[in-house]
Protein backbone atom coordinates (compact mmCIF):
# COMPACT_ATOMS: atom_id res chain seq x y z
CA UNK A 1 0.00 0.00 0.00
CA UNK A 2 0.70 3.45 -0.34
CA UNK A 3 1.72 5.80 2.57
CA UNK A 4 3.50 8.61 4.14
CA UNK A 5 6.64 7.83 6.10
CA UNK A 6 7.89 10.39 8.90
CA UNK A 7 11.88 8.48 9.07
CA UNK A 8 13.40 11.83 11.06
CA UNK A 9 11.79 15.43 11.94
CA UNK A 10 13.17 17.57 9.77
CA UNK A 11 11.36 21.43 9.26
CA UNK A 12 8.34 21.03 6.94
CA UNK A 13 10.01 23.08 4.12
CA UNK A 14 12.32 19.74 3.67
CA UNK A 15 9.60 18.04 2.75
CA UNK A 16 10.18 15.30 5.33
CA UNK A 17 7.41 13.02 4.63
CA UNK A 18 8.92 10.38 2.09
CA UNK A 19 6.04 8.47 -0.54
CA UNK A 20 6.67 5.02 -0.19
CA UNK A 21 4.92 1.21 -0.72
CA UNK A 22 4.94 -0.45 2.55
CA UNK A 23 2.97 -4.06 3.90
CA UNK A 24 -0.48 -3.31 4.20
CA UNK A 25 -1.44 -4.29 8.29
CA UNK A 26 -3.40 -6.93 9.37
CA UNK A 27 -5.80 -6.59 12.25
CA UNK A 28 -4.76 -7.79 15.17
CA UNK A 29 -6.32 -8.95 18.32
CA UNK A 30 -8.99 -6.61 19.21
CA UNK A 31 -8.76 -4.21 15.90
CA UNK A 32 -10.03 -3.33 12.69
CA UNK A 33 -8.61 -3.04 9.76
CA UNK A 34 -9.84 0.27 8.14
CA UNK A 35 -9.67 1.25 4.26
CA UNK A 36 -8.67 5.12 4.87
CA UNK A 37 -10.93 8.18 2.67
CA UNK A 38 -9.82 10.91 3.87
CA UNK A 39 -7.28 12.32 6.62
CA UNK A 40 -7.22 15.73 8.23
CA UNK A 41 -4.35 17.48 8.76
CA UNK A 42 -3.55 18.99 12.18
CA UNK A 43 -0.83 21.17 13.80
CA UNK A 44 -0.05 18.15 15.75
CA UNK A 45 1.28 16.42 13.20
CA UNK A 46 3.38 19.46 12.18
CA UNK A 47 5.06 19.24 15.32
CA UNK A 48 5.36 15.29 15.10
CA UNK A 49 7.28 16.00 11.50
CA UNK A 50 9.15 18.65 12.65
CA UNK A 51 10.43 17.48 15.72
CA UNK A 52 8.21 19.60 18.86
CA UNK A 53 7.15 16.33 20.11
CA UNK A 54 9.60 13.44 20.55
CA UNK A 55 8.60 10.50 19.10
CA UNK A 56 8.70 6.81 21.03
CA UNK A 57 9.71 5.31 16.91
CA UNK A 58 10.61 6.23 13.65
CA UNK A 59 9.60 5.60 10.81
CA UNK A 60 6.11 6.24 11.99
CA UNK A 61 3.05 6.76 9.79
CA UNK A 62 1.37 10.22 10.78
CA UNK A 63 -2.23 11.18 11.17
CA UNK A 64 -4.94 11.40 13.47
CA UNK A 65 -7.93 12.45 11.98
CA UNK A 66 -9.13 9.59 9.75
CA UNK A 67 -12.30 8.38 7.85
CA UNK A 68 -12.67 5.12 6.44
CA UNK A 69 -14.45 1.81 5.81
CA UNK A 70 -13.51 -0.89 8.02
CA UNK A 71 -12.17 -3.88 6.27
CA UNK A 72 -12.16 -6.60 8.41
CA UNK A 73 -11.84 -7.68 12.65
CA UNK A 74 -9.37 -9.06 13.94
CA UNK A 75 -9.81 -11.67 16.61
CA UNK A 76 -12.54 -11.16 19.43
CA UNK A 77 -14.37 -8.14 17.31
CA UNK A 78 -17.85 -8.07 17.20
CA UNK A 79 -18.35 -4.48 15.95
CA UNK A 80 -18.90 -2.46 13.96
CA UNK A 81 -19.40 -4.56 11.16
CA UNK A 82 -17.48 -4.32 7.66
CA UNK A 83 -18.03 -2.15 5.38
CA UNK A 84 -19.13 0.43 8.04
CA UNK A 85 -17.92 3.84 7.99
CA UNK A 86 -15.43 4.68 11.42
CA UNK A 87 -13.24 7.91 12.27
CA UNK A 88 -10.26 7.34 14.72
CA UNK A 89 -9.15 10.23 16.75
CA UNK A 90 -5.39 10.78 18.62
CA UNK A 91 -6.25 8.74 21.15
CA UNK A 92 -5.58 5.00 20.27
CA UNK A 93 -5.43 2.94 23.58
CA UNK A 94 -5.32 2.80 27.04
CA UNK A 95 -4.87 0.42 29.76
CA UNK A 96 -8.29 1.13 31.19
CA UNK A 97 -6.71 0.14 34.58
CA UNK A 98 -5.26 3.05 36.29
CA UNK A 99 -6.94 5.61 38.55
CA UNK A 100 -7.43 8.11 35.91
CA UNK A 101 -8.99 5.36 33.44
CA UNK A 102 -11.23 4.17 36.14
CA UNK A 103 -12.29 7.97 36.78
CA UNK A 104 -13.52 9.13 33.65
CA UNK A 105 -10.20 10.85 33.35
CA UNK A 106 -8.25 8.41 29.99
CA UNK A 107 -6.93 11.26 28.83
CA UNK A 108 -4.40 11.24 31.54
CA UNK A 109 -3.32 7.57 31.74
CA UNK A 110 0.35 7.65 31.87
CA UNK A 111 0.55 4.18 29.42
CA UNK A 112 -1.59 6.26 26.57
CA UNK A 113 -0.79 5.66 23.20
CA UNK A 114 -1.74 8.17 20.14
CA UNK A 115 -2.48 7.79 16.75
CA UNK A 116 0.33 8.74 14.48
CA UNK A 117 2.59 9.15 17.26
CA UNK A 118 2.90 5.46 19.31
CA UNK A 119 0.64 3.84 16.17
CA UNK A 120 0.46 3.78 12.79
CA UNK A 121 -2.02 6.54 11.48
CA UNK A 122 -3.69 7.49 8.74
CA UNK A 123 -1.19 9.23 5.68
CA UNK A 124 -1.76 5.77 4.45
CA UNK A 125 -4.40 4.13 2.64
CA UNK A 126 -4.87 1.42 5.12
CA UNK A 127 -4.38 1.62 8.88
CA UNK A 128 -4.91 -0.55 11.68
CA UNK A 129 -7.19 0.79 14.79
CA UNK A 130 -8.46 -0.57 18.27
CA UNK A 131 -12.34 -1.40 17.96
CA UNK A 132 -12.79 0.32 21.12
CA UNK A 133 -11.19 3.20 20.13
CA UNK A 134 -12.99 3.99 16.86
CA UNK A 135 -16.26 6.34 16.32
CA UNK A 136 -19.06 5.52 14.23
CA UNK A 137 -19.51 8.89 12.02
CA UNK A 138 -22.94 10.65 11.69
CA UNK A 139 -24.72 10.77 8.77
CA UNK A 140 -24.94 13.98 6.74
CA UNK A 141 -21.24 14.52 6.77
CA UNK A 142 -19.32 13.95 3.41
CA UNK A 143 -15.71 12.03 4.59
CA UNK A 144 -13.68 15.25 4.21
CA UNK A 145 -16.27 16.87 6.32
CA UNK A 146 -16.06 14.76 8.70
CA UNK A 147 -12.33 14.21 9.27
CA UNK A 148 -11.34 17.67 11.21
CA UNK A 149 -14.47 16.65 13.87
CA UNK A 150 -11.86 13.72 15.05
CA UNK A 151 -9.36 16.27 16.50
CA UNK A 152 -9.67 19.62 15.60
CA UNK A 153 -13.35 19.04 16.68
CA UNK A 154 -12.87 16.66 19.73
CA UNK A 155 -9.93 18.97 21.28
CA UNK A 156 -12.33 22.06 20.96
CA UNK A 157 -14.58 20.52 22.72
CA UNK A 158 -12.52 19.66 25.31
CA UNK A 159 -11.16 22.86 25.28
CA UNK A 160 -14.74 24.28 26.16
CA UNK A 161 -15.49 22.48 29.27
CA UNK A 162 -11.83 23.15 30.50
CA UNK A 163 -12.88 26.73 29.78
CA UNK A 164 -16.09 26.25 32.22
CA UNK A 165 -17.53 28.62 29.97
CA UNK A 166 -21.44 28.30 30.58
CA UNK A 167 -24.50 29.33 27.76
CA UNK A 168 -24.82 32.45 27.08
CA UNK A 169 -21.04 33.72 28.57
CA UNK A 170 -18.60 35.63 27.01
CA UNK A 171 -15.88 33.68 25.08
CA UNK A 172 -12.26 34.70 23.65
CA UNK A 173 -10.66 32.53 21.09
CA UNK A 174 -6.97 32.88 20.45
CA UNK A 175 -5.96 31.86 17.05
CA UNK A 176 -8.49 30.55 14.53
CA UNK A 177 -7.32 27.57 12.75
CA UNK A 178 -9.25 24.50 12.21
CA UNK A 179 -10.20 24.11 16.03
CA UNK A 180 -11.31 27.25 16.34
CA UNK A 181 -13.48 27.03 13.22
CA UNK A 182 -15.34 24.23 14.87
CA UNK A 183 -15.45 25.17 18.32
CA UNK A 184 -17.30 28.33 17.79
CA UNK A 185 -20.45 26.86 16.08
CA UNK A 186 -20.70 25.16 19.59
CA UNK A 187 -20.61 27.81 21.64
CA UNK A 188 -22.82 29.83 19.10
CA UNK A 189 -25.02 27.18 19.74
CA UNK A 190 -24.56 27.71 23.35
CA UNK A 191 -25.97 31.13 22.93
CA UNK A 192 -22.07 32.70 23.84
CA UNK A 193 -20.90 36.02 22.61
CA UNK A 194 -17.51 34.75 20.84
CA UNK A 195 -14.57 36.93 20.69
CA UNK A 196 -11.94 35.87 18.30
CA UNK A 197 -8.30 37.28 17.84
CA UNK A 198 -5.76 36.20 14.77
CA UNK A 199 -3.51 38.21 13.12
CA UNK A 200 -4.25 36.24 9.85
CA UNK A 201 -7.51 38.80 7.39
CA UNK A 202 -8.59 34.90 5.60
CA UNK A 203 -8.82 34.11 9.54
CA UNK A 204 -10.43 37.31 10.45
CA UNK A 205 -12.88 37.02 7.43
CA UNK A 206 -14.11 33.10 8.33
CA UNK A 207 -14.80 34.38 12.02
CA UNK A 208 -17.18 37.00 10.86
CA UNK A 209 -18.56 34.41 8.55
CA UNK A 210 -18.93 32.56 11.76
CA UNK A 211 -20.86 34.42 13.54
CA UNK A 212 -17.86 36.38 15.85
CA UNK A 213 -19.36 39.16 17.66
CA UNK A 214 -15.54 40.86 17.47
CA UNK A 215 -12.74 40.27 15.77
CA UNK A 216 -9.34 41.46 16.25
CA UNK A 217 -5.84 40.51 17.40
CA UNK A 218 -3.31 41.10 20.33
CA UNK A 219 -2.72 43.43 21.77
CA UNK A 220 -6.41 44.62 20.34
CA UNK A 221 -9.11 44.70 23.40
CA UNK A 222 -12.39 43.80 22.74
CA UNK A 223 -15.44 46.10 24.09
CA UNK A 224 -15.78 43.65 27.01
CA UNK A 225 -14.36 41.56 29.59
CA UNK A 226 -14.25 37.51 28.70
CA UNK A 227 -15.87 34.70 31.14
CA UNK A 228 -13.45 32.54 29.31
CA UNK A 229 -10.53 32.23 26.85
CA UNK A 230 -9.15 29.20 24.86
CA UNK A 231 -5.43 29.54 23.58
CA UNK A 232 -5.52 27.28 20.01
CA UNK A 233 -1.92 29.09 18.68
CA UNK A 234 0.87 27.64 19.86
CA UNK A 235 2.44 30.71 21.44
CA UNK A 236 3.35 31.19 24.93
CA UNK A 237 3.32 34.81 24.07
CA UNK A 238 -0.35 35.21 24.12
CA UNK A 239 -1.13 34.16 27.48
CA UNK A 240 -0.30 37.19 29.21
CA UNK A 241 -2.98 39.00 26.96
CA UNK A 242 -5.14 36.52 27.02
CA UNK A 243 -5.39 36.25 31.03
CA UNK A 244 -5.58 40.27 30.90
CA UNK A 245 -8.76 40.32 28.80
CA UNK A 246 -10.27 37.89 31.49
CA UNK A 247 -12.86 38.81 34.23
CA UNK A 248 -12.76 38.07 37.70
CA UNK A 249 -12.92 34.54 38.01
CA UNK A 250 -12.72 33.64 34.53
CA UNK A 251 -10.59 30.34 32.73
CA UNK A 252 -7.79 30.56 30.05
CA UNK A 253 -7.69 27.13 28.51
CA UNK A 254 -4.32 26.25 26.42
CA UNK A 255 -5.82 23.74 24.09
CA UNK A 256 -2.19 23.14 22.39
CA UNK A 257 0.14 19.83 22.68
CA UNK A 258 3.22 22.01 21.82
CA UNK A 259 3.40 25.60 23.02
CA UNK A 260 6.62 28.22 23.14
CA UNK A 261 7.76 29.37 26.47
CA UNK A 262 5.00 31.37 28.70
CA UNK A 263 6.71 35.22 29.29
CA UNK A 264 6.82 36.04 33.13
CA UNK A 265 3.18 36.54 34.75
CA UNK A 266 2.44 39.71 36.78
CA UNK A 267 0.32 37.93 39.58
CA UNK A 268 -1.38 41.42 40.24
CA UNK A 269 -2.20 41.84 36.75
CA UNK A 270 -2.66 38.42 35.26
CA UNK A 271 -4.02 36.24 37.72
CA UNK A 272 -5.58 37.94 40.91
CA UNK A 273 -9.24 37.62 41.33
CA UNK A 274 -9.47 33.90 40.67
CA UNK A 275 -8.91 33.61 37.31
CA UNK A 276 -7.65 30.04 36.56
CA UNK A 277 -4.93 28.94 33.97
CA UNK A 278 -5.50 25.02 32.69
CA UNK A 279 -3.96 22.86 29.86
CA UNK A 280 -5.61 20.76 27.51
CA UNK A 281 -4.32 17.31 27.46
CA UNK A 282 -5.58 15.10 24.60
CA UNK A 283 -9.44 14.30 25.27
CA UNK A 284 -11.84 10.99 26.13
CA UNK A 285 -13.57 8.82 24.31
CA UNK A 286 -16.38 10.72 25.97
CA UNK A 287 -15.79 13.76 24.85
CA UNK A 288 -15.31 12.47 21.16
CA UNK A 289 -18.74 10.78 21.37
CA UNK A 290 -20.19 14.08 22.99
CA UNK A 291 -19.18 16.14 19.89
CA UNK A 292 -20.02 14.19 17.30
CA UNK A 293 -23.61 13.84 18.59
CA UNK A 294 -23.25 17.72 19.03
CA UNK A 295 -22.08 18.01 15.67
CA UNK A 296 -24.80 16.12 13.77
CA UNK A 297 -27.61 17.90 16.15
CA UNK A 298 -26.20 21.82 15.42
CA UNK A 299 -25.22 20.82 12.87
CA UNK A 300 -21.45 21.52 12.48
CA UNK A 301 -20.52 22.42 8.98
CA UNK A 302 -16.12 22.38 8.65
CA UNK A 303 -14.76 24.27 6.22
CA UNK A 304 -12.05 22.28 4.57
CA UNK A 305 -9.69 22.85 2.07
CA UNK A 306 -9.00 19.36 0.42
CA UNK A 307 -5.45 18.10 -1.01
CA UNK A 308 -4.61 14.81 -3.15
CA UNK A 309 -2.57 12.53 -1.18
CA UNK A 310 0.64 13.28 -3.01
CA UNK A 311 0.34 16.79 -1.67
CA UNK A 312 1.47 16.33 2.26
CA UNK A 313 4.10 18.01 2.61
CA UNK A 314 3.20 20.84 0.71
CA UNK A 315 -0.20 20.81 2.71
CA UNK A 316 1.34 20.72 5.80
CA UNK A 317 3.51 23.45 5.05
CA UNK A 318 0.71 25.94 4.04
CA UNK A 319 -0.30 25.21 7.51
CA UNK A 320 2.22 26.05 9.30
CA UNK A 321 2.24 29.33 7.22
CA UNK A 322 -1.85 29.86 8.08
CA UNK A 323 -2.48 29.95 4.58
CA UNK A 324 -5.37 27.76 5.01
CA UNK A 325 -8.76 28.83 5.87
CA UNK A 326 -10.30 26.24 8.28
CA UNK A 327 -9.42 22.56 8.00
CA UNK A 328 -7.10 20.65 6.41
CA UNK A 329 -7.80 17.41 4.17
CA UNK A 330 -5.81 14.69 2.55
CA UNK A 331 -7.95 12.27 0.15
CA UNK A 332 -6.64 8.96 0.30
CA UNK A 333 -9.01 6.64 -1.79
Given at each position: MQAFLLEKPQPIERAPLRAANVPKPTARLGELLIRVTACGLCHTDLHTVEGDIALPRTP??????????????????????????????????????????????????????????????????????????TYPIPEGFPDEQAAPLLCAGIIGFRALRQSRVQP????????????????????????????????????????????AAWVGKVPDRPPVRLDAAINFAPSGELVPPALENLAPGGTLALAGIHMTDTPPLDYQKHLYREKSLVSVTAATRQDGRDLLALAAEIPIRTEVQVFPFEEANRALEMLKRSEISGATVLRIS
Open positions: IIPGHQVVGIVESLGQGVTGPAVGRRVGVAWLHQTCGKCRFCTTGRENLCPDARFTGLDADGGYAEYMTAVADFGERLGLFGFGASAHVTIQVARHWGCPVYVFTRSPRHQALARRLG
